[in-house]
Structures are given as C-alpha cells and as structure tokens.
C-alpha cells in the first residue's frame, strides 16, 4: 500500500511552481553571517520576474483596481519613510525589503495562482517545508545539538541557525496552520486525514522551540480556524488532534521541566519577566517615544537602531547571547523593537501604520467574507480558504511578538500573496473556487 500523501499536484507548466523553490531554499541550511539578499530572496525576485513576463505575453491587465490598492497602501507610507532616513543607502534598502515582502511577492504570488489546485500546491509545499525543518528541530532537542537554552543545546532551531531562532518556529508554526486549514476545510477525506497527521507531527518542533510568541499566535490561529470552520468539524478535529499530540508530546519526552517552565513564564510577563521581556517592554517604549517625537513620519527606514540608546532606559541589556547549533559564541545586537507595528511606528510613524496595518486589515476582512460563499458551494476551496485566514490571522498576531528580518521573512511574503489570492482573487479575475 503506498504511503504516499495524497498531494494535488499539478504539471510543470503551472505557474504556481515559480514559487515552490522559494520553498525548497529555506530548507537548506542558512548562512547567519552573511549579508544583504539570501538564496530565498533571489528566488523571490525571480518570482516576481515569472510574474511580469508572464503578464506581458498575455497581456491582460495584472490587478483589478481594489485589489491594487490594497496591495499598494503600504508603498507610500515606506516611500515617504525612505525619503528622510539617515542615509541614501539606508533608504534605498529598506525601501527594497519593504516593498519585496509586502508589496511585490504577495502580488506576484497572487497572480500566479490560478485556482484551487495551485493553492493546495503551495499549501502542501509550506507543510512539507514546516515537516522537514521540525524533523531537523526534533533531532537537534533529542541530541543536545541546537541552539543554547538556559545552559543546554536543545533549542530547536532547525537549519536557520542560533542567530534566527525564530526561523523554525515561524515555518512550523506556519505550516502547522496550513495543514489544520486543510484537514478542517478538503471535500475529501484522505487530504483530511493526511493533513490532520502533518498536524499531529509538527506540534513536538514547535513545542521544543522554545518560543512563546509562536505558541501563543499558533494556539490563538487554530482556535479562530476550529471556530471558522464550524462547531460539528472542530469539536472533531480538536479531539483528534489534542489526543495525539499528547501522545506524541509524551512519548517524546518534551514534556520535561524545562518545558514547563518556558509555559509557566507566559504567565509572568508583567508581575515577574525575565530578562527578554524586560528587553521586550524597554524597546517598545523606546519605539513610543520614537513615534511622540517624529508622530506623523517617524525617524527613517532602518532609523530605530541609531536612535534607541537616546529614548532607552537603563534596564535594556547589551544584547542577548546566541550559542550552539554548530555556530560559536556570539553576543547579537538588539537592533528592533520586536514588534512589527511598533517599528513601523518608530520609522514610518502614523501615516506608514495606518498605510501597512490597513491593508493587513483589509485584507483579513475581505478574506473572511468569502468563507461563508465557499461554505455553502459543495467541493469549494473552503480548505483553501481556511489556510489562508490561519496564516494571515497568525502573521498579525506573531508581529505583536516580531518583526521582520532573517531568511525566514520570504516566507511572510508568500503567505501574505496566498491570503491576498483568497480575499481578492475574484476582484482581480480569478476564481478562488473553481478548478
């Protein structure tokens, strides 16, 4: 009986596989110290070229006029933020980063996705990425092979390293939702079941991440999933996966006292934090006072760093220490605010959150609105739709916790273009649920 998972996959013509090896580059191991644009990254240019051409020779019009619009608000916040940064060069980079993940991949993306089937093919391919790298995670916590914690190489990490270790518990997290969005949501009961197992198995990687900011996003996003897709679905689905994450969760003895810990601190964050949160709560305030004195535009693209130590108090630490995972000592700068919408605030001010966070918000709500449709269509892209509510819904909350920054941020990218083909693919001449 073959053991293969049920993937609805498409022939090569299909312009969805453009994406894929974006995909396929972030399961190689990366490189920490190196600069600028990663092999991701390139691949995403490349996309976004598959893209253009492929609308010249059609020669069709890319996007309807509301779906431009809310793909484009973000681009004169960020220009306006680029035009006063402290330097040309600083401008012109994170104008470049800004309009590469926001803006041009989620567009080309969107564009290459044609229907249902090109959809479930990213989908696949993010649950197979999220696989790969929480089997490399699994293997550096059960060898005392990752990243330090608390004296200890058993953070897991994956192939991204001790400098982003954030890495794997966004790509697990990420895909952890996209498979519950397919096995709430697929017409049929093998891609069901398949996907309920992908499920089952990333929970002891994202567990032994040791992030609390992916837990709390990935646990809030399968819950808004359970209650989207129906209280008769998600009672069943959530018993299924519950048991066997506890099984596995046991087996593997992740539920160790280090473990326990980790989720205790989450309910210390405010009468007891460690020495992360306090750095945590000190940069934010350190980005408020950014934005009270700069309210309207902010201090620049790529500013906070040079002016945090003036608006910081003394209680921010030097930097945090990264070891293990094969890479030496190292005492990383705390260059963010760790939190998207406050860097934003910081650098762009008002008028670039309300430009950014608006398109995310209308985003979402135009996504959601078209669930209740597929809902009702017998064999829709309901689990299309679901994946694509999850990882929206799960980007927004992750970026209370983060920001952007490190190979893994290309993944951000095409995740928001597979949400922006849900909420606008009818507005801008594709279908979501045909195919």
């Known amino acids: 009986m073959s053991l293969a998972l049920p993937l609805p996959l498409r022939p090569p013509r299909s312009p969805v596989w453009a994406v894929v090896p974006v995909l396929a580059l972030l399961a190689l191991e990366q490189n920490p110290d190196a600069e600028g644009a990663g092999p991701a990254d390139a691949a995403s240019a490349l996309v976004v070229l598959v893209c253009v051409v492929r609308l010249l020779r059609q020669r069709r019009r890319p996007l309807s006029p509301a779906a431009a619009v809310i793909l484009g608000l973000p681009v004169a916040g960020v220009t306006l933020a680029a035009l006063h940064a402290a330097s040309p060069g600083a401008g012109i980079s994170g104008l470049g980063r800004y309009l ?101 198995l990333l929970l002891p990687p994202l567990a032994v991440s040791f992030s609390r900011g992916a837990w709390i996003a990935t646990a809030l996003t399968c819950t808004v999933q359970l209650a989207l897709a129906g209280p008769r679905r998600a009672l069943k689905v959530a018993a299924a996966v519950v048991a066997a994450g506890v099984v596995l969760v046991g087996g593997l003895g992740v539920g160790t006292a280090m473990l326990q810990e980790r989720v205790s601190s989450i309910t210390r964050v405010a009468d007891a934090p460690d020495q992360s949160v306090t750095d945590r709560y000190t940069l934010w305030a350190s980005a408020v006072d950014m934005w009270r004195e700069h309210p309207l535009t902010g201090v620049g693209l790529k500013g906070f760093p040079d002016h945090r130590d003036a608006h910081a108090s003394l209680a921010l630490s030097s930097g945090s220490d990264t070891d293990g995972a094969g890479a030496a000592f190292r005492r990383q700068p705390l260059l963010s605010p760790h939190n998207m919408y406050l860097l934003v605030l910081s650098e762009q001010g008002l008028l670039g959150l309300l430009a950014l966070a608006g398109g995310w918000l209308a985003l979402l709500v135009c996504a959601l609105r078209a669930l209740p449709r597929a809902r009702r269509r017998a064999g829709s892209a309901l689990d299309c739709g679901l994946a694509a509510c999850g990882l929206l819904v799960w980007q927004l909350v992750d970026f209370v916790y983060a920001d952007i920054g490190g190979p893994s941020t290309v993944l951000t990218a095409v995740c928001l273009g597979l949400a922006a083909w849900w909420a606008l693919a009818g507005r801008s001449g594709q279908e979501a649920t045909a195919g």
């Open 100 to 200: 590469q993940v926001f803006v041009l991949v989620p567009a080309a993306v969107l564009l290459l996705i044609r229907d249902r089937r090109d959809a479930r093919l990213l989908a696949w391919s993010l649950v197979g990425l999220a696989l790969w790298q929480g089997a490399v995670g699994v293997h550096q916590y059960a060898t005392a092979t990752g990243a330090s914690y608390q004296g200890e190489d058993v953070r897991a990490v994956g192939t991204f390293g001790p400098q982003d270790v954030m890495g794997m518990a966004t790509v697990v997290s990420l895909g952890l939702v996209t498979a519950v969005g397919l096995a709430l949501g697929h017409p049929d009961v093998r891609p069901r079941a398949a996907a309920g197992v992908c499920a089952v």
